[in-house]
């Protein structure tokens, strides 16, 4: 096998390659789109909740979502490491190219990055914790070590197992409730925990675990069946032959879409004030457009899984799986308008531009 090409390139093009770094843009859009959907449901850009009136003026706010993001790269980097780790005897057996393949990065430098990410991702959520007033203030540190364990389980012992999709699937269920989490700690730490209750009511709904709201769960659950089916659709993309986890993948992305357009009719669910006003505390209608919106972005995405599915060959499913995971940023950029509006919206969107440019360059898959 010739590894001249990858021991020639640069040391920072390899671990690119091994991070696969145009997918490190998802992260910072779900996160980021979890962090405003808490704060626009909230009220921030309805007045109800003024920033200007905490304590800080509202900085911590930003500093939580960056605290937030740094969590969620570090825990998908560590993911993507660990993971052609635990695949290296298979893929130097099927003769795969990569960096640990042909040796361009040490399997021990790869090890000590990996599970330092693993663990360095927990740190920020720490500095939440002990910034932020009250129990809720912990929640991110708790979702992001359930992320980490979910990532080690994945990549190492039910990688080959069939639940392996769901445990995926858990991961980005994890990566969207860190930002939710972190924006519901930023808020606590700006009203006073006791007071949390009363800015999400209406939009938000009550609470059904502490921080955690019925809109923001539908949200996350339905991104986790969306990767879950993504998963199981590529299972074996490298062989591409018919087999039943295309089929199941693709339903299981479906549902996933399905979900997502229908989560913000969970908002306000137990709300007994007068009328349905969470259909007013959104930046877009949440009960046509929203939902429009998002089978629009994911439709390219489901008919090319269906042609796969009905025509299966390596570069189908591999370019259905691409177009899966860069599908993650215009969804997340349909949640931030929902909850903040257009402007905001369109800055997430834009994470679409570095993430192309570098998939042309760096792997994906």
């Known amino acids: 096998m010739n590894t001249a090409p990858q021991m020639n390139t640069a040391k920072w093009k390899l671990w690119a390659t091994l991070v696969r770094l145009p997918n490190v843009f998802t992260v910072l859009a779900d996160v980021a789109a979890s962090f405003l959907l808490v704060l626009g449901g909230s009220g921030w850009y309805t007045g109800r909740l003024d920033l200007d009136a905490f304590p800080d003026g509202g900085t911590s706010i930003w500093i939580f979502l960056g605290l937030g993001i740094v969590s969620g790269v570090c825990l998908y980097w560590a993911g993507m490491i660990l993971n052609d780790v635990f695949d290296l005897p298979r893929d ?32 920020p959520t720490l500095g939440i914790g002990f910034w932020s007033r009250g129990s809720i203030g912990w929640l991110p540190a708790i979702v992001a070590t359930v992320l980490s364990v979910c990532i080690f389980l994945y990549d190492g012992p039910l990688k080959r197992t069939p639940i392996a999709p769901a445990v995926m699937g858990m991961c980005r269920v994890c990566s969207f409730l860190l930002g939710a989490s972190a924006a519901n700690a930023a808020i606590a730490a700006g009203v006073g925990p006791d007071n949390l209750h009363d800015v999400q009511i209406v939009a938000l709904g009550p609470s059904i675990a502490p921080g955690i709201t019925p809109v923001v769960l539908a949200f996350a659950i339905g991104m986790g069946t969306y990767i879950a089916g993504l998963t199981t659709f590529g299972r074996r993309e490298s062989i ?35 009328g349905p006003a969470w259909m007013t505390a959104w930046r877009v209608d949440p009960v046509l ?37 860069m599908a993650i940023i215009p969804i997340a950029a349909a949640i931030t308008m929902l909850a903040v509006g257009a402007e905001i919206a369109v800055l997430v969107f834009a994470l679409m531009l570095p993430s192309r440019l570098l998939g042309q360059h760096f792997r994906v898959t």
């Open 92 to 123: 130097r057996e099927n003769q795969r190219q990569g960096p640990l393949v042909t040796g361009a990065i040490s399997t021990g430098a790869a090890k000590t990055a990996g599970w330092g990410l693993l663990l360095l991702g927990i740190v």
């Open 240 to 274: 591409g032959d018919r087999t039943i986890h295309l089929p199941i993948g693709l339903v299981a992305m479906t549902i996933g879409t399905m979900l997502l357009a229908w989560a913000p009719r969970f908002a306000g669910i137990g709300f007994e004030g007068d």
């Open 289 to 325: 457009i929203f939902p429009a919106a998002i089978l629009l972005m994911l439709a390219t995405t489901l008919l090319r899984a269906r042609s796969a599915t009905m025509n299966p060959s390596p570069a189908k499913i591999q370019g259905t799986i691409r177009a899966g995971l």
